[in-house]
């Protein structure tokens, strides 16, 4: 069973950083697609960033220029690195895995990000 941690949330003042760490476990991490995804109070969640397990990375309009996403196969560990954080940025962040042979979904609990002065 893959389990999903995340870490490195809190609060930032705007034009800030912080870097999110996702620890996965359970099974073989470079088989996985991983991503981070957000979600605000009152919208959808959405995907702020991804990396498939060739290594081809996808970074949302919002993001671009501001957030690298990146991974350490060898710690089976995903990172987000956020900078220039805005009041918008502020959301729970999930981590997400995606089998690449069986499909199977699976998410983190989510780690808050708060941008606030």
């Known amino acids: 069973q893959v389990h999903l941690a995340e870490s490195g949330g809190g609060l930032v003042q705007p034009g800030g950083s912080l870097r999110l760490s996702c620890a996965f476990s359970?099974?073989?991490?470079?088989?996985?697609?991983m991503g981070w995804y957000r979600q605000a109070p009152g919208k959808q969640r959405e995907l702020v960033a991804s990396i498939s397990s060739g290594g081809i990375v996808d970074v949302a309009d919002s993001a671009k220029g501001r957030f690298t996403i990146s991974r350490d196969i060898s710690k089976s560990a995903l990172y987000l690195q956020m900078d220039r954080l805005g009041p918008e940025d502020t959301a729970v962040y999930y981590c997400?895995?995606?089998?690449?042979?069986?499909?199977?979904?699976?998410w983190g609990q989510g780690t808050q990000v708060t941008a606030a002065s």
């Open positions: 997400h895995a995606r089998s690449t042979y069986s499909g199977r979904e699976y």
């Open positions: 359970g099974s073989i991490f470079s088989l996985y697609d």
